[in-house]
C-alpha cells in the first residue's frame, strides 16, 4: 500500500510540476524568445507612433501653407489694384534759368505727375504752390552740364519724385514724366 500511495503522489507531483523539456519546446530558450516578440512588439508601436506624427506634421504643414499664399495672393491683388488706379497731373510750364556762369541759360520743362491713392489728385491741388515751389528751386540749382545727359534727366525726375513726396510727407507721386525739355 505504501508502494500505492507513493506512485500516486509520484504521479499528482508530475501533474504540478511540467517536465523541464517540455518548458523549454514551449517557451524556447529563457529570456530570448520573450525579448525577440517585445522588441518587435516595441519596433512596431514607436514606427507607428512616427508615422502618426509625421501624417500628423505634413497635415499641418500642409494647411497653414495654403492659408499664407492666399493671404499674400490678396496683399499682391491690392496693391495691383493701387498701380492700376494712377492718373497723371500736368503741371504748367517751368522756365528757369541755370547756374552757368559763362552764358545765361534757362531751361524750360513741362512735366507730369504720376499719382496714386484716392486723395493724390486733391493733394496735389491744395498743395500745388508748395510742389512748383520746390521744383522751381530745385531746377534752378541746376547747370547746363547737370542737365544735358540722359543720365542727368534721370536723376532729375528721381531727386524731384523725392524732394516732392517728402513736401507732401506721402508718397503721392510714384514717377515724373518730361513732356517738353529745352536748355536755351
Do not use: C, H
Not at 23 to 50: A, D, Q, R, W, Y
Not at 118 to 134: F, G, M, Q, Y
Not at 135 to 164: M, N, P, Q, W, Y
Amino acid at each position: 500500500m505504501d508502494e500505492e500511495k507513493k506512485a500516486v503522489e509520484d504521479k499528482a507531483a508530475d501533474k504540478k510540476t511540467p517536465d523541464k523539456d517540455k518548458v523549454k519546446k514551449i517557451s524556447g530558450e529563457p529570456g530570448k524568445g520573450t525579448k525577440k516578440k517585445f522588441s518587435l512588439k516595441m519596433i512596431l508601436i514607436i514606427s507607428g507612433v512616427i508615422l502618426a506624427l509625421g501624417g500628423a506634421s505634413l497635415a499641418a504643414i500642409t494647411y497653414f501653407k495654403k492659408s499664407s499664399p492666399a493671404e499674400s495672393e490678396t496683399n499682391v491683388t491690392n496693391e495691383d489694384l493701387s498701380a492700376i488706379k494712377t492718373e497723371n497731373y500736368k503741371l504748367e510750364t517751368f522756365i528757369v534759368n541755370l547756374t552757368d556762369s559763362e552764358r545765361n541759360k534757362y531751361l524750360k520743362v513741362t512735366m507730369e505727375l504720376e499719382i496714386a491713392g484716392l486723395k493724390a489728385k486733391e493733394d496735389i491741388e491744395t498743395n500745388l504752390s508748395k510742389i512748383r515751389d520746390v521744383i522751381v528751386l530745385f531746377l534752378s540749382a541746376k547747370s547746363f552740364d547737370e542737365v544735358k545727359s540722359i543720365e542727368g534727366k534721370i536723376d532729375l525726375k528721381t531727386e524731384l519724385v523725392k524732394r516732392i513726396n517728402a513736401s507732401l510727407k506721402s508718397s503721392v507721386v510714384r514717377e515724373i514724366y518730361f513732356t517738353e525739355f529745352v536748355v536755351q
